[in-house]
């Protein structure tokens, strides 16, 4: 019931918000002194142009790659609709976006995937937002005019989720389209230098913990991503993320990366007397020179061993063997009382915000859903 309300809702208000936007936006379209168009897969770029921006940009990251954005479209079905920017037949930016549910962190009395509304999203799973080479000013406002020529009648807002401070470079300009910023997620990461002098910054309890680990003699063996190590990884991930009910990715999405981005990806697998007690998916972030922890597969059962401690520890000094100047523990709550951020926080990492920006053409619809979504939040507090 609650589903079809929104439902007819938006509609009717959808039909006001194109009446409103006639009246107030000029006869004349703003034009860019760059080109921009928008495809609708990333099978219709050049994979090597777009790649080469991520590799000279500042802020590109491995999520803005093509392989890690074919396997949103591929392995979750995502539709997307990625921005390019061009002068002269020469990419100067990307902007990767998807339409996906809208996201409900709070436990509203309505499944949102069965109303029909929908987000544009940069980049989830990962992190996105505008990768840029040429021209910021002029670049960054033909991206944001490409994203508001992207006018499907369900999508109610646009969201970017941003990996590092890089991007804050762009946040006036942010501000200016109309976006604005939340903090609900942090990022923590360690310095990659010397391995003596993480392990002496760890909190005490986390090396005490590694030490009574050490002494069941755990062997860490590290794997690339392939097709015939899918199955293995997916079914300790599955059981994982159904302990902790988190979101569990479908084995199309993990299956699609085997295929397109093996080099990019490294399993840790650890054991103790043969026995596997758990496993990490890292992803080689070489455009931020860091080593990104993001899935994991470790059962209950072998907690005993430290299992996520032990993997942690190895892949640590393994991205310093391998000359990365980051370990990143990846994104989670920022809330000292989360058990995850705590846990993390222990190995001695920083703590660095992760900016999610938001935004809205559907000012009418995009208004409502704050104001339902906040009143049931006071209501049930």
Same mark, same amino acid.
């Given at each position: 019931?609650?589903?079809?309300?929104?439902?007819?809702?938006?509609?009717?208000?959808?039909?006001?918000?194109?009446?409103?936007?006639?009246?107030?936006?000029?006869?004349?379209?703003?034009?860019?002194?760059?080109?921009?168009?928008?495809?609708?897969?990333?099978?219709?770029?050049?994979?090597?142009?777009?790649?080469? $921006?991520? &590799?000279?940009? /500042?802020?590109?990251? #491995?999520? !803005? =790659?093509?392989?890690? *954005?074919? @396997?949103?479209?591929?392995?979750?079905?995502?539709?997307?609709?990625?921005?390019?920017?061009?002068?002269?037949?020469?990419?100067?930016?990307?902007?990767?976006?998807?339409?996906?549910?809208?996201?409900?962190?709070?436990?509203?009395?309505?499944?949102?995937?069965?109303?029909?509304?929908?987000?544009?999203?940069?980049?989830?799973?990962?992190?996105?937002?505008?990768?840029?080479?040429?021209?910021?000013?002029?670049?960054?406002?033909?991206?944001?005019?490409? $994203?508001? &020529?992207?006018? /499907?009648?369900?999508? #109610?807002? !646009? =969201?970017?989720?941003? *990996?590092? @401070?890089?991007?804050?470079?762009?946040?006036?300009?942010?501000?200016?389209?109309?976006?604005?910023?939340?903090?609900?997620?942090?990022?923590?990461?360690?310095?990659?230098?010397?391995y003596d002098r993480i392990r002496e910054e760890m909190d005490s309890g986390r090396r005490k913990e590694?030490?009574?680990?050490?002494?069941?003699?755990?062997?860490?063996?590290?794997?690339?991503?392939?097709?015939?190590?899918?199955?293995?990884?997916?079914?300790?991930?599955?059981?994982?993320?159904?302990?902790?009910?988190?979101?569990?990715?479908?084995?199309?999405?993990?299956?699609? *990366?085997?295929?397109?981005?093996?080099?990019?990806?490294?399993?840790?697998?650890?054991?103790?007397?043969?026995?596997?007690?758990?496993?990490?998916?890292?992803?080689?972030?070489?455009?931020?020179?860091?080593?990104?922890?993001?899935?994991?597969?470790?059962?209950?059962?072998?907690?005993?061993?430290?299992?996520?401690?032990?993997?942690?520890?190895?892949?640590?000094?393994?991205?310093?063997?391998?000359?990365y100047d980051v370990y990143d523990f990846g994104a989670t709550s920022s809330n000292y009382q989360d058990?995850?951020?705590?846990?993390?926080?222990?190995?001695?990492?920083?703590?660095?915000p992760v900016y999610e920006w938001e935004a809205s053409r559907a000012r009418l619809r995009w208004a409502?859903?704050?104001?339902?979504?906040?009143?049931?939040?006071?209501?049930?507090?």
């Amino acid at each position: 019931m609650y589903s079809t309300i929104i439902y007819l809702i938006s509609g009717i208000l959808f039909c006001v918000e194109i009446s409103m936007r006639h009246h107030t936006e000029s006869d004349s379209n703003k034009m860019s002194t760059v080109d921009y168009r928008v495809v609708d897969t990333i099978d219709d770029v050049n994979r090597n142009q777009w790649n080469n $921006v991520v &590799s000279q940009s /500042e802020t590109g990251t #491995i999520f !803005h =790659r093509t392989p890690w *954005l074919h @396997a949103i479209e591929e392995g979750l079905g995502y539709n997307a609709k990625h921005v390019i920017v061009e002068k002269n037949g020469n990419p100067q930016a990307v902007f990767p976006n998807f339409i996906s549910a809208v996201e409900n962190p709070f436990d509203l009395p309505v499944n949102l995937d069965t109303t029909g509304l929908a987000q544009l999203s940069s980049v989830s799973p990962g992190f996105g937002g505008p990768v840029v080479v040429g021209s910021k000013e002029s670049t960054l406002e033909a991206l944001f005019e490409a $994203v508001d &020529s992207i006018q /499907e009648w369900n999508i #109610i807002a !646009h =969201r970017m989720r941003l *990996l590092d @401070a890089a991007h804050v470079q762009y946040a006036q300009m942010f501000r200016t389209h109309g976006y604005t910023p939340s903090l609900l997620y942090c990022r923590l990461w360690l310095r990659l230098d010397e391995y003596d002098r993480i392990r002496e910054e760890m909190d005490s309890g986390r090396r005490k913990e590694l030490r009574n680990a050490e002494e069941h003699d755990p062997e860490v063996r590290v794997e690339s991503f392939s097709e015939e190590t899918v199955d293995d990884f997916y079914t300790e991930y599955k059981k994982t993320i159904e302990r902790v009910d988190g979101t569990l990715y479908p084995r199309s999405f993990f299956e699609t *990366l085997a295929r397109t981005f093996e080099d990019r990806i490294r399993i840790f697998n650890a054991y103790v007397d043969g026995q596997p007690i758990g496993k990490h998916l890292c992803l080689c972030d070489t455009d931020q020179e860091s080593l990104h922890y993001f899935f994991a597969g470790v059962d209950a059962e072998y907690f005993k061993y430290s299992g996520p401690a032990v993997l942690h520890d190895f892949a640590i000094k393994w991205a310093l063997e391998h000359g990365y100047d980051v370990y990143d523990f990846g994104a989670t709550s920022s809330n000292y009382q989360d058990g995850t951020f705590r846990y993390k926080q222990k190995f001695g990492a920083n703590i660095e915000p992760v900016y999610e920006w938001e935004a809205s053409r559907a000012r009418l619809r995009w208004a409502a859903y704050k104001w339902a979504r906040n009143a049931y939040v006071r209501n049930n507090a």
